[in-house]
């Protein structure tokens, strides 16, 4: 089995800060997402990774940065965190070729105060 | 870029009863259609998944049905049970890298 892990369950941090979320797998998977989770809004991609040091714009990257120097650590940054990046953030890693399943990590709530 | 309906966002139903949520997306060129199930305060978890070249596939109680044509897919679930109660999310690739875009989720409740 693939674990992915979050680096926090629980965030809180003020308007302004810089925020570092991190995914971590254990596993030799290439692809690694970023998405956020809203309610009524589903799972919306912010940036993915498909190999070390490369890095793809998802749906909704303004505000976001990411970063992935080795292969099983992909980071999030919020640069300056805002209100109106409150929210669930999920982590997914997944294999390259035939298998598709994505497996996600347990979430970071951040809020941002 | 791809864009994916799903409805219901909500859906009750009783123990034992059957569930159908549906989805649409807009890219032909789609080939790819996993579905998701996220139980309360617990991460989205793969139940099951269609190719393109498919029509039709089931998993004990649970069947997934696409139509190309039509460009929609839809998740059925039989002989509910109450630990079927969660949000399940309806995804779709296009392209490579594996990158799929989920529609916003259906609550369902299966009332005992």
């Known amino acids: 089995d693939v674990k992915v892990t979050q680096s926090s369950r629980y965030l809180v941090k003020r308007t302004g800060e810089k925020v570092f979320l991190e995914c971590v797998q254990d596993?030799?998977?290439?692809?690694m997402f970023w998405y956020r989770q809203d309610p009524g809004l589903g799972l919306r991609l912010i940036y993915f990774?498909?190999?070390?040091?490369?890095?793809e714009k998802g749906d909704i990257p303004e505000g976001y940065s990411v970063s992935r120097e080795k292969k099983e650590r992909f980071s999030l940054i919020l640069e300056s965190a805002s209100t109106n990046q409150t929210s669930m953030y999920l982590c997914?890693?997944?294999?390259?070729?035939?298998?598709?399943?994505?497996?996600f990590g347990p979430g970071t709530r951040l809020t941002v105060l | 870029g791809e864009n994916v309906e799903q409805h219901p966002s909500t859906l009750s139903v009783q123990e034992g009863d059957s569930a159908v949520i549906k989805c649409t997306y807009s890219d032909s060129a789609s080939n790819y259609f996993p579905w998701y199930k996220q139980e309360l305060g617990k991460r989205p978890q793969l139940i099951i998944d269609i190719r393109s070249n498919v029509g039709e596939k089931k998993d004990q109680r649970i069947a997934v049905t696409l139509n190309k044509t039509a460009k929609h897919f839809s998740l059925h679930i039989t002989e509910t049970q109450p630990e079927d109660s969660a949000v399940y999310f309806c995804a779709v690739r296009a392209g490579g890298y594996q990158k799929v875009t989920f529609g916003i989720g259906t609550k369902l409740q299966v009332i005992p």
């Open positions: 997914a890693v997944g294999a390259s070729g035939s298998r598709n399943e994505q497996f």
């Open positions: 990774s498909y190999d070390v040091k490369m890095k």
């Open positions: 596993m030799d998977h290439e692809n």
